[in-house]
């Protein structure tokens, strides 16, 4: 199983970047996916989890600005980040859990988008 995120970019504070993350590979299903963040020097940091039922939590920090959403029949999850700050720059990774074929759970990490807010 793989995952690949896109969509990450350079945008000026205040605007919208929205964010791609497809899953890929022989699986039985894709639960719960997550899209964390991590800036040079900080700790990783989750910015927003979505279950398979579509159920959604986020970071303080992004509450009311960032929303996380998923096509389960496309494998892929999506963050749509509006009002953008300069310290929502950041390398964002996607992540998920999925029951592999032989029934057992693990979890995935993609690559990581990068997204820069300049002020």
């Known amino acids: 199983v793989q995952l690949q995120a896109s969509g990450g970019g350079l945008v000026q504070a205040g605007g919208s970047l929205r964010l791609s993350c497809a899953a890929s590979?022989?699986?039985?299903?894709?639960?719960?996916m997550n899209w964390y963040r991590q800036a040079p020097g900080k700790q990783r940091e989750l910015v927003a989890v979505?279950?398979?039922?579509?159920?959604?939590n986020y970071a303080d920090s992004v509450k009311g600005r960032f929303t996380v959403s998923r096509d389960n029949a496309k494998n892929t999850m999506f963050l749509q980040m509006n009002g953008l700050k300069p310290e929502d720059t950041a390398v964002y990774l996607c992540n998920a859990a999925v029951i592999r074929l032989d029934g057992g759970v693990s979890a995935y990490w993609g690559q990581g988008t990068l997204v820069t807010v300049s002020s």
């Open positions: 979505i279950t398979r039922g579509g159920s959604t």
């Open positions: 590979g022989s699986m039985l299903s894709l639960e719960t």
